[in-house]
């Protein structure tokens, strides 16, 4: 009935809904785990539904996978409370033990087809797999669409959903069977070796993407069908590469593109906003120092040479220009004499005093009030004149009672009668 | 006979964790309207009154009732702020969405959020002065911001009773004194409520009536009648130190040898 090709873009899509949907709930409960005990626990189900029917029989498989992954859940669960096992350790020995005792069972009595189900080979599913396969994502959309909310709230705050008066620990069981049902839909394509891949690694590329639930399991969705169909094609070309690998590696890729360029919690974004801090601090800095220096000139004369500002700040004259270029196209220095004399304008006046006012500030406060050493603050200051602002300045301002001399006996300035000095200065 | 509806009733109520008595034979009878502090040393089962209250901690035995009717019934009545550790703080929901979350006790689990809900859940996160973060996620905010956003989250219920789980800790004193006057304005308006709180000094400030808790009640009734140094001591003395030993004692016997010493 249907083709290769429409097996396999079928197969992705049913997968996608299924492991995206469920997958969402998998990473923000921190049930990964979870999800990968389940798929290795219904191994030995497969097996054995192949090996009570002499026909290949989907429903059958079906109904065997699901029963040995509740079985799992439920072990899993009776470990933890009847042993001071915690989840993770008791997910474990369900893991491995079912897994072994498929595999096991396979060996003793080699059924063909089995494998596919290991490692995931989309050309060996059958109409009627594919019919199964409908059928179960169906039920797990329907599932949660319906179940949308006591999920969502049981996920976030499961207090509040008592609260609510959801059914907490029904929820969590209906939960496990629809992660068991996912797990059934995807193991004929990506294997159930695999199969925690998809459940998780589409789910956490969406995470990194948004910071709204319902938009993470749209994206999450989608991110799962693109893998499959991508993983399906790749297969598809090169026959050799079972199914289960290309979608992994598939969705690995797709993750990889959402960890270095996702816009506000990739490591690029990251890096950027890092740098431009950097820069601005720089920057700062610079400005901070031609307002040191003139404040050490007896004469009162405003403008610095490049060449004195590099000496002051411990670098080179090319390291400082690009600085001070982007001063200027802020408006907070103006150029006298090309690349080589420099003013601090009426803006970058009053900015630099505040950049001081917040250094000196920060040190009293140190040493007035946390009983610090007086050659410790320093560096702290250094940091927090960046970002020093708003009610927790004011606050130390009143709490300080308003110095107008730091601890090493220099002014603290004030940004607004800086200007206004100015102004007046430059009347005169 | 009872003359007047309590707005919370507990009688005999014991939890166990691990076989051991957390609480013990717990008898409360809160008057309507007033603001409740629960009081005591860490580990005297504060925080677990509430949520066994709650239902969130199975009850070993008791019953817990709330406006004459029991818990379990009148959950819809009933407001919960939990600890704010009990959640993770990285979950994808801006503060819109969790304040949003009051609003589904009256929606029920299927029915869509509509305007009217958007309108109560803003107006919630204006009485905490959080509207401006609406769309912040959760993650991003202060400690103090974080519990204004539980508390919006409360009031969107629109509740008659409160159970409210440290909601002062970790929060910067401006949010306190902000929370408190919201517990004041609600009591006010008629409502109930009792906060676990841990800093004794400002608890005679703050409640109408305190409970005094150290595995069992040791005082229970108006904040001037029983802040007294007596029954503070009482409270955080360790007098009790024995009861827990020999409760701790008492779980690792099996529970035959219990019943065939009684008979």
């Known amino acids: 009935m249907f083709g290769a090709l ?52 989907p429903y059958f498989i079906l109904g065997c996978a699901l029963l040995a992954g509740i079985l799992g859940a439920l072990m899993s669960g009776s470990l933890q409370r009847t042993t ?16 072994a005792f498929g595999v096991g069972l396979h060996s003793l009595s080699p059924q063909t087809g089995v494998s596919s189900y290991l490692y995931g080979q989309i050309a060996a599913i059958t109409d009627s797999d594919l019919l199964m396969m409908g059928g179960v994502s169906l039920l797990i959309v329907c599932a949660v669409a319906l179940l949308r909310r006591p999920f969502y709230v049981a996920s976030f705050d499961p207090g509040f959903a008592r609260n609510l008066s959801y059914p907490v620990k029904v929820l969590d069981s209906i939960f496990a069977f629809l992660l068991a049902a996912a797990v059934v839909v995807s193991m004929q394509a990506v294997g159930v070796v695999l199969v925690s891949a998809m459940l998780i690694t589409p789910a956490a590329t969406a995470y990194l993407l948004t910071d709204r639930f319902s938009k993470m399991m749209m994206l999450s969705v989608g991110f799962s069908i693109l893998a499959g169909m991508i993983g399906c094609l790749w297969s598809y070309q090169q026959l050799k590469t079972p199914t289960g690998p290309a979608i992994a590696i598939s969705a690995a890729a797709l993750f990889g593109l959402a960890f270095l360029f996702a816009p506000q919690y990739g490591v690029l974004a990251k890096y950027l906003r890092r740098r431009q801090q950097v820069r601005q601090i720089r920057r700062e800095n610079t400005l901070q120092s031609l307002y040191r220096i003139k404040e050490q000139r007896s004469d009162g004369k405003r403008a610095v040479t490049l060449s004195e500002l590099a000496q002051y700040r411990r670098r080179s004259p090319s390291h400082v220009l690009p600085e001070l270029f982007s001063l200027k196209k802020v408006g907070l220095i103006e ?25 000196r500030l920060w040190e009293l406060y140190l040493i007035n009030e946390a009983d610090y050493q007086t050659d410790h603050v320093h560096d702290d200051a250094e940091k927090m004149e960046h970002v020093l602002k708003g009610d927790l300045l004011e606050a130390l301002e009143k709490q300080l009672d308003f110095p107008t001399a730091d601890p090493h006996g220099m002014p603290i300035p004030d940004p607004a009668k800086t200007s206004v000095l100015l102004r007046e200065g430059g009347q005169k | 006979m009872k003359t ?43 925080s677990t009154l509430i949520k066994s ?16 009717q029991p818990v379990n019934d009148v959950l819809g009545r009933i407001g919960y702020v939990p600890q704010r550790e009990s959640v993770d703080w990285d979950f994808p929901v801006t503060v819109m969405d969790v304040a949003m979350m009051g609003t589904f006790g009256r929606l ?61 800790a970790g929060v910067d004193a401006a949010t306190e004194s902000a929370i408190i006057e919201l517990l004041k304005e609600l009591r006010e308006q008629g409502k109930t409520v009792l906060v676990v709180h841990h800093d004794l000094q400002s608890a005679r400030d ?58």
Request: glycine letters at 10%; hydrophobic letters at 45%; aromatic letters at 8%.
């Open chain 1, 6 to 57: 429409q097996t396999a873009l079928l197969a992705s899509l049913f997968l996608g809904l299924s492991c995206g949907l469920i997958g969402s709930y998998v990473v923000v409960r921190r049930m990964s785990l979870f999800g990968d005990t389940m798929s290795h626990a219904v191994f030995p189900g497969v097996v054995l539904g192949f090996f009570l029917q002499d026909e290949k029989n």
């Open chain 2, 108 to 168: 029920g689990p299927f029915r869509r959020a509509g305007a009217s809900e958007r309108a109560r859940a803003e107006e919630a996160l204006e009485r905490v002065g959080m509207l401006p973060f609406a769309k912040r996620q959760i993650g991003s905010l202060s400690g103090g911001q974080q519990q204004r956003v539980f508390l919006a989250r409360a009031l969107a219920q629109d509740s008659d009773l409160y159970f409210m789980d440290e909601p002062f």
């Open chain 2, 53 to 68: 209250i709650m239902g969130v901690v199975p009850m070993a035995s008791g019953w817990a009732e709330a406006f004459g």
């Open chain 1, 335 to 359: 150029s006298l004499s090309g690349r080589d004399v420099w003013q601090l304008t009426m803006n970058g006046e009053q900015r630099a005093a505040e950049l001081i006012r917040n250094h």
């Open chain 2, 206 to 263: 703050y409640f109408d009536m305190l409970i005094l808790l150290n595995m069992r009640v040791v005082a229970f009734g108006k904040t001037e009648d029983v802040f007294t140094t007596e029954l503070l001591q009482k409270t955080y003395g360790g007098r009790l130190t024995i009861l827990a030993e020999m409760a701790e004692q008492a779980a690792k016997v099996p529970l035959e040898k219990i019943h065939k010493d009684h008979s």
């Open chain 1, 84 to 99: 001071r096992l915690k989840q993770d350790a008791s997910l474990g020995v369900v893991l491995v033990t079912f897994f």
């Open chain 2, 4 to 46: 007047e509806v309590h707005a919370l009733e507990v009688h005999d109520l014991t939890v166990t964790y691990h076989k051991k008595p957390v609480l013990y034979g717990i008898d409360l009878a809160v008057p309507t309207g007033n603001l409740v502090g629960v009081v005591g040393p860490n580990g005297a089962g504060k």
